[in-house]
């Protein structure tokens, strides 16, 4: 399938709207299950606390899901399939790169429409680090915040599950979060996704 450029602003505005959703506190259904796939009440450390359902208002959009960790922290999983018939499972697949090239290249665009500043690629890691991996991941520091003033780092990660996407997508004040508890949570999504 090939996303023509409004497409692909589309689906970064739905985006954009569900972090606005998420963040302006809009009481949304805690789903139980998403994709036939059952979402506990913990997922590693973090606790399951809402829901978004894109997929009702757009096809292909998914499902996001927030989850609490420590104050400052916002981390959200989405499960989408874009209207893709199928979606590897292998994570290192042309489809999976592909998505999560389209993911960063989002986070550098709100950067340049001044929802974030001073977006730096902090690197790309594997989930798990060693072997076939089960996620591939980017990392960023930017600023964001009404005054685009707060320094963050964020994380964002990608896999695939039964033909969805599942991207993972950690952000937090700078030196709250490090690279090993995102991989904490994205390694207890690999449990939960067996």
């Not at 399938?1 to 569900?18: E, H, K, N, P």
Request: hydrophobic residues 40%; glycine residues 10%.
């Amino acid at each position: 399938m090939r996303w023509t450029r409004a497409g692909i602003l589309a689906v970064v505005a739905v985006l954009v709207s569900a972090v606005e959703a998420f963040a302006q506190g809009t009481p949304q259904e805690k789903l139980r299950v998403v994709y036939g796939l059952s979402i506990p009440d913990r997922v590693g450390s973090l606790v399951y606390g809402r829901s978004i359902d894109f997929e009702s208002k757009t096809r292909g959009l998914g499902y996001a899901l927030r989850f609490g960790g420590q104050p400052g922290w916002m981390v959200d999983v989405y499960l989408y399939d874009l209207g893709l018939k199928r979606i590897p499972a292998n994570a290192e697949s042309e489809v999976i790169k592909n998505q999560l090239a389209q993911a960063k290249g989002d986070v550098f665009e709100l950067g340049k429409r001044g929802t974030y500043a001073n977006v730096t690629d902090q690197g790309d890691f594997k989930v798990p680090a060693t072997g076939e991996p089960r996620f591939i991941c980017v990392s960023f520091n930017y600023l964001r915040g009404d005054r685009v003033d707060i320094d963050v780092d964020s994380y964002l990660c990608l896999s695939s599950w039964h033909n969805k996407f599942v991207k993972v997508r950690m952000t937090a004040p700078k030196g709250t979060m490090s690279r090993a508890d995102a991989t904490a949570f994205v390694q207890a999504w690999i449990e939960l996704l067996r």
